[in-house]
């Protein structure tokens, strides 16, 4: 028989509205006593929930969740569960989660879903030159013969950093168009790799060297700092299109904005080392360059999907299956 669960929705309006429509509502409380944050209340911070947790067994939330430190795991005694409605939990998730038994589940995936989009218009905007032709237009101008035409996708060589699952959004995205795919990652295992269709390179400066688009999607750790920099860079061709929809500390952002800005590579950036981007950063103004302000993974049929797929999380919880999206202690320092 499925469990009666006691769910704590940290969840505030506008955000509610936004992952639980009506009938992923009526769906989670089908299955459980489900208990939302009064008017006023702060999503991360646990003295303004004005709520009794002692009997809470699933929390679940999006972003701004709060630091689920000690203290605040003492004062939730049968915390069973943690459904994250965002991508990252690195956030909030401490060792006394594990410890304690607690099982933690995201939406990571459905996030990737997204950016694996803006990752396939990044490609095509940037390979066809649209940001400058647009501009050209705007300043009403017109196509000269020595502008060229741009490029196509279909064909091209396509390096990914990590394959994460942006990356096997991105990865599915491309197969219409018959790339040739190589992928530096060092946890990738080369089974894998061969299932997904993709090479694995194992010289991050081969690969740059050899790709018309290097793709970023490597989690921020000590490990990927800087991981492409001005060397890199520089083994890059002519033409090369930069692609970063990951963590900006990936890249080496003044050796980066030194290529474009001699026009020699090409680059769509959706993350930046200082957000928002200073109104005075070269990166806002370069023709060569599409830039989005940190949206990637985030559209409204997302944030819809997000709430269903928690629900349906919880659903699995509550009778005994298995989760779909589970955070495991042991991946949990390779993950962004």
């Known amino acids: ?10 969840l505030v309006p506008p955000l509610r509205d936004h992952l639980m429509r009506p009938s992923s509502v009526r769906r989670l409380e089908a299955v459980a006593n489900v208990s939302w944050l009064p008017s006023g209340a702060v999503s991360s911070k646990p003295d ?18 709060p630091r689920f430190d000690n203290l605040l795991l003492d004062s ?6 943690v459904a994250h409605g965002a991508g990252s939990v690195k ?18 995936s459905v996030i990737a879903q997204s950016v694996g989009e803006w990752c396939l218009m990044a490609a095509l905007v940037g390979l066809r030159r649209a940001v400058a032709f647009h501009e050209v237009m705007r300043e ?6 020595q502008d060229g035409h741009g490029d196509e996708l279909a064909g091209k060589r396509i390096g990914l950093l990590a394959m994460s699952q942006t990356a096997r959004a991105f990865l599915k995205l491309l197969k219409p168009f018959g790339c040739d795919v190589r992928v530096y990652d060092p946890y990738l295992a080369d089974n894998d790799a061969i299932m997904l269709g993709v090479v694995k390179e194992h010289s991050i ?10 793709s970023n999607h490597v989690p921020a750790t000590p490990e990927t700092s800087n991981l492409v920099g001005a060397e890199q860079f520089a083994r890059m061709r002519d033409g090369t299109l930069v692609i970063n929809s990951a963590r900006p500390a990936a890249l080496d952002y003044p050796a980066l904005i ?20 200073s109104p005075g950063d070269p990166v ?15 559209t409204w049929d997302g944030r819809v999907r997000l709430g269903e797929t928690m629900v349906d999380e919880i659903i699995r919880y509550s009778v005994g299956e298995q989760l779909r999206h589970e955070v495991h202690p042991n991946r949990l320092a390779t993950m962004a």
């Not at 028989?1 to 940290?10: I, T």
């Not at 060792?95 to 607690?102: H, L, M, N, Q, S």
Request: proline share 6%; net charge negative.
């Open 1 to 10: 028989m499925a469990q009666r669960l006691n769910v704590l929705c940290l």
């Open 91 to 108: 956030p909030f998730v401490t060792t006394g989660f594990f410890e304690r038994g607690i099982r933690v589940t995201h939406g990571a």
């Open 76 to 81: 939730l005694p049968r915390l069973e569960l």
């Open 140 to 145: 009403d101008g017109w196509k000269v013969s």
């Open 284 to 298: 806002r103004y370069l023709p060569n360059v599409l830039v989005t302000p940190h949206i990637a993974g985030a």
């Open 205 to 214: 400066d081969a690969l740059c060297a050899w790709a018309d688009i290097i």
């Open 258 to 277: 030194a290529e474009l800005r001699s026009g020699r590579l090409r680059a769509a950036l959706d993350v930046f080392p200082e957000e928002p981007v």
């Open 48 to 65: 303004t929930w004005e709520t009794d947790r002692g009997d809470v067994h699933v929390i679940m939330g999006s972003w701004g969740m």
